[in-house]
């Protein structure tokens, strides 16, 4: 079985500072990791994913993640907040063992509302 | 390209009425995906389709049925809707298995 924790259900920082959304996962196989935006009313749209190679993921509008293996973690970070980045965050995961029957489903977070105010 | 397109956008359905929400990509996409999106629960996998002509049950499937038309198009049907089916749907689609997902903008069903 696979799943994926986001243990804040809402962060908040100020613009300008850094900011943090946590994700934690449980995969059989490899982890094949995924983190996106939701603004409201709107769809998911993707950010930046992690499958193989650099521990170290950037993806759209400056955010990065960091995949750590020993903790099963994969954060989602921004050196510095702006107002517009406030939305609706989801990690998501999915099983990179092809033998795994899941392997083409993913499983998401309850997602974390970011606020990020002036 | 109009990515992932859904209609209809707004629905309201009474009990035991049935419907059929549909999913269309331009993008040549292999794997479709149908998940609803419940307050505090997140996106749970509905049904998916690994490639045209193949259908597997996701998370919650129960009271759903799929078909994957062809190769663009994957709908979702609910034989007789129940108040417990009330949610936003998305269609997702994807290059493959280990893909990210484009997602449409969504169906808000109500189901009385």
């Known amino acids: 079985a696979q799943s994926v924790a986001q243990p804040e259900d809402q962060v908040n920082v100020a613009e300008g500072n850094p900011l943090t959304v946590k994700c934690t996962y449980s995969?059989?196989?490899?982890?094949?990791l995924f983190w996106y935006v939701q603004y409201p009313n709107r769809g998911l749209q993707f950010l930046l994913k992690?499958?193989?190679?650099?521990?170290l993921v950037k993806g759209s509008y400056g955010f990065e993640a960091e995949f750590n293996k020993s903790q099963t973690s994969f954060h989602l970070k921004k050196p510095s907040a702006l107002v517009s980045d406030s939305a609706l965050y989801f990690c998501?995961?999915?099983?990179?063992?092809?033998?795994?029957?899941?392997?083409?489903?993913?499983?998401f977070g309850d997602g974390t509302t970011l606020t990020v105010k002036p | 390209n109009a990515g992932v397109t859904q209609t209809p956008k707004f629905q309201v359905l009474k009990t035991g009425q049935s419907m059929t929400l549909q999913c269309a990509q331009d993008?040549?996409?292999?794997?479709m995906y149908w998940y609803r999106q419940d307050p505090g629960m997140g996106l749970r996998l509905i049904y998916y389709?690994?490639?045209?002509?193949?259908?597997d049950k996701g998370e919650v499937p129960n009271g759903y049925n799929v078909s994957r038309l062809n190769k663009r198009e994957f709908s979702l049907r609910l034989e007789s809707a129940a108040p417990s089916q009330t949610s936003v749907y998305f269609c997702a689609s994807s290059e493959g298995k280990y893909n990210e997902q484009f997602f449409g903008p969504g169906t808000r069903l109500t189901v009385l």
């Open positions: 998501a995961v999915r099983d990179g063992n092809i033998k795994d029957t899941n392997a083409g489903k993913s499983t």
């Open positions: 992690y499958i193989t190679g650099d521990n």
């Open positions: 389709s690994a490639s045209e002509g193949t259908t």
């Open positions: 995969v059989s196989g490899n982890p094949y």
């Open positions: 993008m040549n996409h292999n794997s």
